[in-house]
């Protein structure tokens, strides 16, 4: 099993960039797939999740309204469109899969390795 994201950079404030998570080795809509990330010397945050449908989306309130997350199940692949983005979305950026839609990172069975997004002028 694999997820493997990519898409992250340096970017300045008020930039954007889109992550890709594609998977591989997984039924791949038969898993919910969250976003997180985690940025020096803080917990690792859920910040977006979706169904496995597409159907339902979380974000948390920091990203609201900046950030959409969505999935193309024939591609394998979810997305994270980020605009506006302001410093303190600087973070390694993790996608991972469940099969429940959870907030809890210890319901989450698999793991990509992370990328790293800096904001910064």
């Known amino acids: 099993v694999q997820l493997v994201e990519s898409g992250g950079g340096l970017v300045q404030p008020g930039g954007s960039l889109r992550l890709s998570c594609a998977a591989s080795?997984?039924?791949?809509?038969?898993?919910?797939i969250g976003w997180f990330r985690q940025a020096p010397g803080k917990e690792r945050e859920l910040i977006a999740r979706?169904?496995?449908?597409?159907?339902?989306?979380y974000y948390i309130d920091s990203v609201k309204g900046r950030f959409t997350i969505s999935r193309d199940n024939a591609k394998n692949t979810v997305y994270l469109q980020m605009n506006s983005l302001k410093p303190e979305d600087t973070a390694v950026y993790y996608c991972?899969?469940?099969?429940?839609?959870?907030?809890?990172?210890?319901?989450?069975?698999?793991w990509g390795q992370g990328t790293q997004v800096t904001v910064s002028s």
């Open positions: 991972a899969a469940a099969l429940l839609n959870t907030h809890r990172p210890s319901e989450y069975r698999y």
């Open positions: 080795g997984i039924t791949f809509d038969d898993y919910a």
């Open positions: 979706i169904s496995w449908s597409g159907n339902w989306t």
